[in-house]
């Protein structure tokens, strides 16, 4: 019976992908613990989705090995995944229901949805760079996020034959929250975005019961530009 790999190369190229596989795992759950678990977030689907969701099948291979760092990293196209305090903490604000319809405006790398498609029943995202919107949806459909729509366009006109949303997440900023995003929101709804220019806040807007928006500032944030849509 052999127990070891008969030479040591292959010994070695055994023990190689054993530690990668491990260390993914591992860096991941360094990352919940020590970047967004300590700094206050509580929400246990969130710290769940984070923990498992494979962050560095999101970025480019030349930045894979930094995937589970404290901060954002870029994925081509002069877009960023955000860092993943940010992601974490944004969730926890958005307060997605199982049952919940959720819009998202800026899919990037896809790693919010992802997020998103474990806490909501449906997510729908918006992208204006086109190959971004193609290389996300296939991505978010091989790791298991079958109720995630990605449509490349223009987030400022949000999805009208999907309106109205219980949440809507923006992760680019807009110079001031796009008054068709707040029409395409459901009374009871929440609305969370980066607004500003070069330095940004992170505005939550709640509409009541009645329709009655109320808003107020979360923390300061940096976020890259939401752009407007060629018409
Ligand atoms: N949520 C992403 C990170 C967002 S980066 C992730 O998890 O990886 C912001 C994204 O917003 C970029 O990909 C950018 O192309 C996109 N974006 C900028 N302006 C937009 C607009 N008007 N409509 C839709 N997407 C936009």
């Given at each position: 019976m052999q127990l070891w790999p008969s030479s040591p190369l292959a010994f070695s190229l055994c023990l190689t992908a054993g530690l990668e596989a491990q260390d993914w795992t591992g860096m991941r759950a360094r990352m919940v613990t020590t970047q967004i678990e300590r700094r206050g977030v509580k929400h246990p689907g969130v710290l769940a989705a984070m923990r498992e969701i494979?962050?560095?099948?999101?970025?480019?291979e030349a930045v894979r090995s930094s995937a589970y760092e404290d901060r954002p990293l870029p994925i081509g196209h002069g877009q960023t995944i955000s860092q993943p305090y940010i992601v974490g903490s944004m969730t926890e604000l958005l307060?997605?229901?199982?049952?919940h319809k959720v819009l998202e405006i800026g899919t990037g790398s896809g790693y919010q949805a992802a997020v998103l498609c474990r806490l909501a029943a449906r997510v729908f995202s918006i992208e204006i760079v086109e190959p971004l919107a193609r290389e996300s949806y296939a991505r978010l459909q091989t790791l298991g996020c079958g109720n995630v729509r990605v449509r490349?366009?223009?987030?400022?006109?949000?999805w009208p034959e999907e309106a109205p949303f219980d949440r809507i997440i923006l992760t680019a900023a807009p110079p001031e929250i796009p008054q068709e995003l707040i029409r395409q929101l459901k009374n009871g709804g929440r609305l969370i975005a980066p607004v500003g220019r070069q330095w940004q806040d992170l505005v939550v807007i709640d509409k009541d019961a009645a329709g009655k928006v109320s808003e107020r500032v979360q923390y300061p944030v940096v976020f890259v530009p939401m752009v407007p849509g060629r018409k």
């Open positions: 494979p962050r560095h099948l999101f970025v480019p307060d997605v229901k199982p049952g490349a366009g223009d987030g400022y006109l949000g």
